[in-house]
Nanobody, 128 residues
Framework: QVQLVESGGGLVQPGGSLRLSCAAS????????IGWFRQAPGKEREGIAC????????YYRDSVEGRFTISRDNSENTVYVQIDSLKPEDTAVYYC?????????????????????WGQGTQVTVSS
């Protein structure tokens, strides 16, 4: 059974950092691209980063590149996103998702549509 569980969210002051985790079960990270998405109140869900299944190639949304770092630990079957220099506009529920059909295998998309499995989300609030 495919399952994704996010953790690591919380309340943080502007300029702070967080590391979000996405623990995967029921499949190996070499079989699926993993994407991180976020959804702020009243806004559409947007992709912020993804990591490919074959070789862990990473892709970022232009607006977050340099502050967000996606990585994975195959031994822990977990994907992380490190978020630095947090801004109030980063406040959102953050989700990870799995896409087993990404092709070529060194590629992934930050469009939500192809992702079949989603975690429950973790809230990130950036406020002083």
């Amino acid at each position: 059974q495919v399952q994704l569980v996010e953790s690591g969210g919380g309340l943080v002051q502007p300029g702070g950092s967080l590391r979000l985790s996405c623990a995967a079960s029921g499949f190996g990270l070499d079989t699926s691209a993993i994407g991180w998405f976020r959804q702020a109140p009243g806004k559409e869900r947007e992709g912020i980063a993804c990591i490919s299944r074959r070789d862990g190639t990473t892709y970022y949304r232009d607006s977050v590149e340099g502050r967000f770092t996606i990585s994975r630990d195959n031994s822990e079957n977990t994907v992380y996103v490190q978020i630095d220099s947090l801004k109030p506009e980063d406040t959102a529920v953050y989700y990870c998702a799995a896409d087993f059909t990404a092709f070529p295998q060194a590629w992934c998309t930050m469009t939500p549509g192809p992702y079949d499995y989603w975690g429950q989300g973790t809230q990130v609030t950036v406020s002083s």
